[in-house]
C-alpha cells in the first residue's frame, strides 16, 4: 500500500466514524484505481460495502462520507461520488510535483528496498 492509498483509507475511516458507523467495514472496502481516467486516481467502494451493514442507500452513504471528509488539498484536489456508491479521488497536482522530487532527490535508488532480506523468492 503506498502512502497515498494510507493517507485516503484513514480518512475514510475516519470519516466514516464521523457519521456513526463501524470504520472497521470500511477497513475492509477496496481502494483501486480507476479503470477511466475521468473517474480520478483513486476510488473506494467504502459507501457500497457500509450499505449492506446499515442497510442503507449506498449512493447516499457516499454523500454523507464525502461531506465529513478531511482531506488535505495539497493530497487530493478533489473528491466526488460517482455510480452506484464509489468515491472517486482526484489527486492534487502538488502533490505529483512531490512525489517526483522524492524520485529526483533519491536517484537510482527509489524504489529499492531491502525487504525479503535476501531471501530467494520465486514468482511464476
Given amino acids: 500500500?503506498?502512502?497515498?492509498?494510507?493517507?485516503?483509507?484513514?480518512?475514510?475511516?475516519?470519516?466514516?466514524?464521523?457519521?456513526?458507523?463501524?470504520?472497521?467495514?470500511?477497513?475492509?472496502?477496496?481502494l483501486?484505481?480507476?479503470?477511466?481516467?475521468?473517474?480520478?486516481?483513486?476510488a473506494s467502494n467504502a459507501a457500497l460495502i457500509l450499505a449492506k451493514k446499515a442497510k442503507a442507500n449506498p449512493r447516499e452513504l457516499?454523500?454523507?462520507i464525502l461531506a465529513s471528509l478531511d482531506l488535505d488539498a495539497a493530497v487530493v484536489c478533489k473528491a466526488e461520488t460517482a455510480g452506484a456508491g464509489f468515491i472517486n479521488f482526484f489527486l492534487s497536482p502538488d502533490?505529483?510535483?512531490?512525489?517526483l522530487k522524492d524520485i529526483l532527490a533519491e536517484e537510482?535508488?527509489?524504489g529499492r528496498s531491502d525487504a525479503g532480506g535476501g531471501k530467494k523468492t520465486q514468482v511464476e
Avoid: N
Fill in 1 to 30: 500500500m503506498t502512502h497515498v492509498e494510507k493517507y485516503i483509507r484513514e480518512r475514510i475511516e475516519s470519516a466514516v466514524r464521523r457519521c456513526g458507523h463501524d470504520a472497521s467495514i470500511a477497513a475492509a472496502s477496496e
Fill in 32 to 42: 483501486s484505481y480507476p479503470r477511466q481516467k475521468g473517474f480520478g486516481d483513486l
Fill in 62 to 64: 457516499a454523500k454523507d
Fill in 95 to 99: 502533490f505529483f510535483r512531490d512525489v
Fill in 108 to 110: 537510482g535508488r527509489y
